[in-house]
């Protein structure tokens, strides 16, 4: 079955980095758009970032993480440097094809904290 698992979070002081991974099986890699989502209580997951080739990162992000994929091991990962307190989410990667915005598939989570 369609399976993306997480991993690598973590409590983190602020300035510190960690590096996730969402390894992905149960459909064909490299056909689907990844991208890395995060949510906090109360809110709306939001996106993070995604990779299609070029990359694409929300504001917040922009020069403090890089996401990457390695084809051959159907794996999608997030270098989060300069953490801050407000990275501190539940941190979810999804997969979804080229034809649509919806994200069919997603992982269960894992908790990044950083503290101050």
């Known amino acids: 079955q369609v399976q993306l698992v997480e991993s690598g979070g973590g409590l983190v002081q602020a300035g510190g980095s960690l590096r996730l991974s969402c390894a992905a099986s149960g459909f064909t890699f490299s056909d689907y758009i990844t991208g890395w989502f995060r949510q906090t209580p109360g809110k709306d997951r939001e996106l993070v970032a995604t990779?299609?080739?070029?990359?694409y990162y929300a504001d917040s992000v922009k020069g403090r993480f890089t996401i990457s994929r390695d084809n051959a091991k159907n794996t999608v990962y997030l270098q989060m440097n300069s953490l801050k307190p407000e990275d501190t989410a539940v941190y979810y990667c999804?997969?979804?094809?080229?034809?649509?915005?919806?994200?069919?598939?997603w992982g269960q989570g894992t908790q990044v904290t950083v503290s101050s």
């Open positions: 990779i299609n080739g070029t990359p």
């Open positions: 999804g997969a979804r094809t080229y034809y649509t915005s919806h994200y069919a598939y």
